[in-house]
């Protein structure tokens, strides 16, 4: 790995500006520097002061119009789904059956599998996402495909094997037993491999039988270094369904909980509609939410309500995420925009601050990873993007409106989307490059 220090503009964030003064959450420094060792954030302030400390030798890479900050981490997105990005006209079960299962039928093909997972990575890092939560298939070869995509750039991506016994189609089912299997395999196959994270991944309570969660919770039980990913109360229909197979449970939460599935591992997607008792039981167990607003507009599910779900009373930590191919974008910016919007609906305005929190810090911590990613710390990923806030003439003529640097930060967020990633690092190395053929 070669050392190497990059100069520009810095922004990260370091507190949840959910839960504190905002003043105290992020870090802007107008003219930085970030030393890069061994793939590892080992200093970072202002350049004047750096200068001095930075080795004789050290490449030193300036970035004068652009703004530094963490990677993006999406905290919930289905690589299987990429080509299904964009189908019309259904809502969430209907969706599942038409598109979903299909597509994802399709990764008992390795080559398939392989190939979709490249464009996966390409396309996260083009984006300026470093580290995603992956679902995958039902097929074991689906998760061996994204984890040896990721090892290639040594990039940090969480994945698990798809566990799904129930209602669905024959070539995507499993057995309880089997995915109890197929899931230790992988398991042991991926953990210290690289940056390879394994998150146990029932695909939600309406597609597992009982004995499958409670091979979920045993294999949360015996490994206390995997993660677990879900779907929770996406879709009123979904919520109805689930009570039905589950009529002995208090709510959707409970089932889930029932099988020592709701933990601070954990992390489920969308939970719309949960209840203040559900929320309560969140807060309490340190289980997480990943909320996905492009997704949730897109497919008609509902309008999350981010102010309750973080009410400082009893908050739930809540990363973001872009959940694609039900979400309609892989920029995080663009997440970012449509999470304004939905709160909007919902009555409260996102500050550009909580945005970014969100897209960065706030998914590290959704994920168990704040001391490795989602912010410009020493000690942490040099996982580093490089944003353009003049990427488009549209985005140029608005900066220069702009008079500070929260306005400028939330009309990119707003109005950016791919366009505005210059660069992105992964572990100290320049992966992707917008205008490399220049
Ligand atoms: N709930 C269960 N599976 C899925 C999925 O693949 N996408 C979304 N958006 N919700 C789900
Ligand atoms: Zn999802």
């Known amino acids: 790995m070669t050392d190497l220090a990059l100069r520009g503009a810095t922004y990260t964030l370091v507190a949840d500006p959910f839960l504190n003064s905002p003043a105290n959450c992020a870090v802007y420094e107008p003219d930085g520097c970030i030393l890069i060792q061994d793939g590892v954030i080992s200093d970072i302030g202002a350049y004047a002061d750096l200068r001095h400390k930075l080795p004789a030798d050290i490449e030193l890479r300036r ?43 399709r990764f008992i093909d390795p080559d398939h599998a392989r190939r979709i997972a490249d464009f996966f990575i390409a396309e996260l890092l083009r984006n300026g996402t470093t580290s995603a939560s992956a679902f995958c298939t039902s097929a074991p070869g689906s998760v061996d495909a994204i984890f040896e995509a990721a090892r290639r750039r040594n990039m940090l991506i969480l994945a698990g094997k798809m566990m799904m016994d129930s209602h669905a189609p024959a070539n995507l089912v499993d057995t309880a037993q089997s995915s109890y299997d ?76 029932h099988y020592g599935l709701l933990n601070e591992r954990a992390i489920y997607g969308h939970g719309i509609h949960l209840s203040e008792d559900e929320l309560r039981r969140f807060h309490q167990t340190g289980a997480k939410i990943a909320h996905c607003p492009s997704s949730n507009f897109f497919i008609g599910s509902g ?42 609906l919902r009555g409260i305005s996102l500050t550009a601050t909580q945005s970014y929190y969100l897209a960065t810090l706030g998914s590290a911590e959704a994920l168990g990873l704040e001391d490795q990613v989602g912010s410009l710390q020493a000690g942490c990923a040099a996982d580093i993007i490089a944003l353009d806030p003049r990427a488009t003439p549209l985005l140029e003529l608005r900066a220069d409106a702009a008079e500070t640097l929260d306005e400028l930060l939330f009309a990119l967020m707003i109005c950016g989307d791919d366009r505005a990633i210059a660069a992105t690092y992964v572990a100290g190395e320049l992966v992707y490059e917008r205008d490399a053929s220049n």
């Open 63 to 105: 970035y004068p119009k652009a703004i530094l900050m963490p990677g993006f981490v999406d905290a919930h997105i289905h690589y299987p789904q990429v080509e299904i990005i964009g189908s019309y006209g259904t809502q969430l079960l209907a969706w599942l059956n038409k598109y979903t299962f299909p597509a994802e039928a």
């Open 303 to 344: 309008l999350f309500d981010i102010a309750k779900t973080k009410d400082a009373a009893r908050p739930v930590t809540v990363g973001l995420g872009t959940d694609v191919g039900g979400g309609t974008s892989f920029s995080m910016l663009q997440t970012m925009s449509e999470a304004y919007k939905m709160a909007q």
């Open 182 to 257: 197929d899931s230790k395999a992988l398991i042991e196959r991926w953990r210290q491999r690289g940056r390879c994270l394994y998150t146990v991944t029932p695909r939600f309570a309406l597609t597992s039988s009982p004995q499958q969660l409670e091979m979920a919770g045993a294999l949360m039980r015996e490994y206390d270094d995997v993660r677990l990913q879900s779907h929770i109360s996406e879709n009123r229909a979904e919520v109805a369904r689930a009570a039905e197979l589950y009529p002995q449970r208090q709510h959707y939460t409970d089932i889930y909980e």
